[in-house]
C-alpha cells in the first residue's frame, strides 16, 4: 500500500471560514502575530492571548470540515495516509482523517507553563487567570514563534518514507515546517495544491492551481490512475 503525506497549511482550512493570517482581511490585519503568536508575547500580556485563542475555538465551534478534508480521510480506503499540519484546527480529524500530526500544537487543547500536563478541553473558553494543576497558568498548547517545533523530527522521519506527497494550502515560507520537503525520497511524487503560485525548490512537481476541495478533487481521479 502507498504510503501518501499531506503537508497542510492555512488554505486547506480557509474554505471552511477558518480566518487565517495572510490572506487580505486576515488576522495580521487585526493583530499583530507577534503579540498573540509568540512566546514574547505570552510573557507581555498573557490575558490578549487568552482572549485570542478563546476567539478561535469559538470560531471554530461553528465551523465543519470541507470537502477537501473529507477526500483526504477517505483516501485511507485504498492508501496509508499520514497528515502533517501546521494548522491548529481539528478538521481533518473531524472529518475522519486517523493520523494527524499538528506541527504548530493543537487549539482545542491547554497546557500548563511547562507543557507537562496536557488538557483537552474542546472549544470552551478559558478563563482568565485560570491554574494547572501544578498551580502555573493555564495557556493555549500551541507552538509559538520563539519555541521549539518538537514534532519536527518524527515529521521529517514521515516525509522521507513517503511515496507520495502532496502539500495543500501552505506558501511553503513559514520555517522549520517548509523546510520539510526537503526530506522527500527522490522518487517520491510530489503534488502541490494552492490556486495561488508557490515556490517550492522542485522542478518535477505536479502543480494544480486550485483551492483545497476542487484540487482534491482532481488530486483524487490522478491517484487513481498512478501504476
Same mark, same amino acid.
Given at each position: 500500500m502507498k504510503h501518501i503525506v499531506f503537508l497542510t497549511g492555512a488554505g486547506m482550512s480557509a474554505e471552511s471560514g477558518i480566518s487565517t493570517f495572510r490572506d487580505s482581511g486576515g488576522l495580521w490585519e487585526k493583530y499583530d502575530v507577534m503579540e498573540v503568536a509568540s512566546i514574547e508575547g505570552w510573557?507581555?500580556?498573557?490575558?490578549?492571548?487568552i482572549k485570542f485563542y478563546n476567539e478561535r475555538r469559538a470560531q471554530l465551534d461553528k465551523v465543519a470540515p470541507n470537502d477537501g478534508h473529507k477526500l483526504i480521510a477517505q483516501l485511507e480506503n485504498g492508501f496509508k495516509v499520514t497528515v502533517i499540519t501546521q494548522n491548529v484546527d481539528n478538521l481533518h480529524e473531524r472529518a475522519g482523517s486517523s493520523s494527524v500530526i499538528h506541527l504548530h500544537g493543537e487549539l482545542t487543547k491547554v497546557c500548563n507553563e511547562s507543557k507537562s500536563e496536557i488538557?483537552? !478541553?474542546?472549544?470552551?473558553? /478559558?478563563?482568565?487567570?485560570?491554574?494547572?494543576?501544578?498551580?502555573?497558568?493555564?495557556?493555549p498548547f500551541i507552538v509559538w514563534f520563539g519555541e521549539a517545533v518538537?514534532?519536527?523530527?518524527?515529521?521529517?522521519?514521515?516525509?522521507?518514507?513517503?511515496?507520495i506527497i502532496v502539500i495543500i494550502g501552505t506558501s511553503m515560507q513559514v520555517y522549520p515546517a517548509a523546510g520539510l520537503i526537503h526530506y522527500a525520497k527522490r522518487d517520491a511524487k510530489i503534488f502541490?495544491?494552492?490556486?495561488?503560485?508557490?515556490? !517550492?525548490?522542485?522542478?518535477? /512537481?505536479?502543480v494544480i492551481k486550485q483551492k483545497a476541495s476542487d484540487g482534491m478533487r482532481i488530486l483524487t481521479e490522478k491517484l487513481i490512475q498512478l501504476p
Open positions: 510573557r507581555k500580556n498573557p490575558d490578549l492571548m488538557y483537552d !478541553i474542546g472549544t470552551r473558553a /478559558v478563563e482568565i487567570g485560570e491554574k494547572a494543576s501544578d498551580g502555573s497558568r493555564i495557556r518538537p514534532l519536527m523530527e518524527k515529521a521529517a522521519n514521515i516525509v522521507s518514507n513517503a511515496d502541490l495544491i494552492d490556486p495561488s503560485d508557490v515556490s !517550492i525548490p522542485f522542478t518535477s /512537481v505536479n
